[in-house]
């Protein structure tokens, strides 16, 4: 199915897969809107979409007000006249043991990482099921099925976006005909590690970055969204999990 006029929503679209995807849905000829808080990065994104001859909106936004998301959502509408395809896409990875007790980036993951995805779908949901059509991508992390030391707080929120997800296709699948899709990726080389401040995960994260030519890019993400995005109409792929070749969990 061809994406070409489709309008498209991305959040955490400022770098890594939101960046990545945004260029992807453009040059499928899909209309993108892109929503983070960086403001700059995501100019140099309306740049490089506009350059390549698309149609590009940016509005800053945090995924942790509910007003800001619902405004994007409205701007857009009131730009385009609809939505198409949501991608909740913003997130955060500050792994930490729990004994350390980082609350506040506690408060921080669930804001984002769950919270982020409520308030974006709720902002597209009741216009997704007027017009009975609809595409909501959610990305989790292969994190949402497996859980790790020092990532259980981040490995819950990945847990809860899998399972919100597989309950919203439950209701407005078959009833709305909205199509709803979990992407859990693997290890991927992206700016989240530089979110870590738990001093006894320097080790981890100096090996990770060291490992980045095996990780998958940001581009292998994008290309999966766009296989999801692109499937013919009856069609409702649901999940995609996908990790590097190396990666053994």
């Not at 199915?1 to 992807?24: D, P, Q, R």
Request: proline share 2%; net charge positive; charged share 20%.
């Amino acid at each position: 199915m061809t994406i070409k006029g489709k309008v498209a929503i991305i959040t955490g679209a400022s770098s890594g897969i939101g960046y990545a995807t945004a260029l992807a849905l453009s040059k499928a000829g899909a209309k993108v809107a892109a929503g983070a808080r960086r403001t700059d990065r995501l100019e140099s994104l309306q740049s490089e979409i506009a350059k390549n001859g698309g149609e590009v909106f940016i509005q800053r936004l945090d995924v942790t007000k509910k007003q800001e998301c619902d405004a994007f959502v409205d701007a857009v509408i009131k730009k385009w006249g609809t939505v198409d395809i949501l991608i909740n896409n913003a997130g955060l990875m500050p792994l930490s043991f729990f004994k350390n007790l980082k609350v506040d980036e506690w408060d921080r993951m669930i804001d984002v990482n769950i919270k982020g995805v409520l308030y974006c779908t709720a902002a597209v949901i009741t216009h997704m099921i007027n017009k009975k059509s609809g595409h909501i991508i959610n990305i989790s992390s292969v994190a949402g099925r497996t859980v790790f030391p020092a990532g259980s707080v981040y490995c819950a929120t990945k847990h809860a976006v899998v399972a919100f997800s597989e309950g919203l296709r439950q209701e407005v699948s078959q009833r709305a005909n909205i199509r709803v899709t979990c992407i859990e990726p693997g290890v991927v080389a992206t700016e989240l590690l530089n979110t870590i401040t738990d001093k006894s995960l320097e080790k981890y994260v100096q090996t990770t970055k060291q490992q980045e030519a095996q990780q998958l890019q940001s581009e292998d993400i994008a290309n999966a969204i766009l296989f999801a995005v692109q499937a013919p109409d009856h069609v409702s792929v649901n999940e995609i999990l996908i990790r590097p070749t190396t990666q053994e969990r």
